[in-house]
């Protein structure tokens, strides 16, 4: 669990304990089956990318109702002493998860993750799960697009400052690496995730000198090799002469060679090409050009597209909100109560009833087609039992293999084409 220091049972939508307390006054003790699903893409969107499970598995580790959380509930007036005192004896660890493994692409209204349990426990999961997921989710699918813009360049997380809150921070760096992202900004995810932390600097380190020249050679002979200088305080072009002027004397005189520059604002196809060109012309070959600066997977792709000179992109606001995307309609679903399956007619909410299987046809190197089935266990089904999260390298691992074998055209930054999912279930008339 991310930044939490109490049990997070409290953190839930009190229908959930309303409906809790009914099934507990009926007798309502049968095992349940809970579908998890995405009901559609967001605009230019081909595909979603399976994540949250690890928090899930923390959080089913740490929840329980603690006695402060029992005496708050008393004070609302709405519960039977003898239910809250049947909330603290719940093991929560109980149920049974099936699931898409981290990292694997998936597809509207594809079940992505069962609960299996007691009604009353299983229920009680739903809003947290959701939460852990959806924006899990949005982050690892959306850092996988600006991945894919960047088509190998590296790509590295700088979004803290503007992520909706600490714990959604860590959420975004972590979708960030299960991308494949090399690093993160955020000193506590990289500790957190077992990443690397990256930074250069701020344009107030270089306003604080009286000479942006004698800031960056100060900050170069700090940092030598690691070093990417801010040169677009003043004036992007007289930067970039000064990062070579500057990183041309730190080899001559004491075989340093700096990493690289940044620049943050303006013309990035222009300036990169630039400051290649300069930097070229000047036997300071080695620098490498990042950029930054309100970007997301558009103007990577744009930039790409035009040619910039650019060996890397640091990317916030788009990729810590995920803009373009900043909620995906995730919803969980009873799709079995004991022996019964049970299903939704609601007009455009309709659910396929019953526990499922998903295959997914791999042909001539490429995935297909996927058919959602009526369940039936197979060491085909990518729903697998889930236990322990793996490790973020192999998750990260997965995802890339896996999008190699989606077809391009499903993975277009604008305009993809819509992957085919069949459904072998009917609606019930």
Request: with cysteine; aromatic share 10%.
């Amino acid at each position: 669990m991310y930044l939490l220091n109490q049990s997070p049972a409290l953190l839930t939508d009190l229908y959930e304990l309303t409906m809790a307390q009914v099934y507990w006054q009926k007798d309502f003790n049968d095992h349940a089956c809970f579908e998890v699903f995405i009901r559609k893409l967001p605009d230019d969107w081909g595909f979603f990318v399976m994540s949250g499970l690890a928090e899930l598995k923390s959080y089913l580790q740490n929840v329980r109702f603690t006695e402060d959380d029992i005496h708050y509930l008393r004070t609302l007036d709405m519960f039977d002493p003898a239910f809250l005192d049947y909330l603290q004896n719940i093991d929560f660890e109980s149920v049974e998860i099936r699931a898409l493994p981290e990292g694997t692409p998936f597809f509207p209204n594809e079940p992505i993750l069962e609960v299996k349990g007691p009604i009353l426990t299983a229920q009680l999961l739903e809003t947290y799960i959701l939460n852990i997921l959806g924006f899990s989710i949005i982050q690892a699918t959306a850092a996988s697009r600006l991945q894919i813009a960047a088509q190998g360049r590296a790509v590295v997380d700088f979004g803290m400052r503007r992520a909706q809150g600490p714990v959604s921070s860590i959420r975004a760096a972590r979708g960030a690496v299960t991308a494949g992202m090399p690093a993160t900004s955020n000193v506590l995810a990289a500790k957190l995730l077992n990443a690397k932390p990256s930074g250069t600097m701020a344009h107030s380190f270089i306003q604080a000198y009286t000479k942006e020249e004698d800031a960056f050679e100060s900050f170069a002979r700090t940092y030598k090799s690691k070093a990417v200088l801010l040169v677009d305080t003043y004036d992007t072009v007289n930067g970039i002469k000064l990062a070579a002027k500057v990183a041309r004397k730190l080899d001559t005189e004491d075989n340093i060679q700096i990493r690289g520059i940044r620049i943050d604002s303006g013309d990035l196809v222009k300036m990169s090409n630039f400051a290649r060109r300069h930097f070229d012309e000047n036997n300071v070959e080695w620098i490498k050009i990042f950029v930054s600066g309100n970007l997301d997977e558009y103007k990577i792709d744009d930039i790409v597209q035009q040619r910039g000179q650019v060996d890397g992109f640091g990317v916030g606001t788009s990729l810590a909100v995920s803009r373009y995307a900043p909620s995906v309609d995730i919803a969980y679903k009873l799709v079995r109560y004991g022996d019964r399956d049970v299903y939704k007619k609601s007009e455009n909410k309709a659910t396929h009833p019953g526990r499922k299987t998903l295959h997914r046809t791999f042909r001539d190197n490429r995935y297909e087609h996927d058919d959602v089935i009526k369940y039936q266990p197979s060491s085909d089904d990518l729903l697998r039992p889930f236990s322990e999260p793996e490790p973020l390298h192999k998750i990260a691992e997965r995802l890339n293999t896996m999008l190699y074998h989606l077809a391009p055209a499903y993975k277009k930054i604008r305009n993809p084409e819509t992957f085919p999912v069949n459904f072998h279930i009917k609606l019930p008339e």
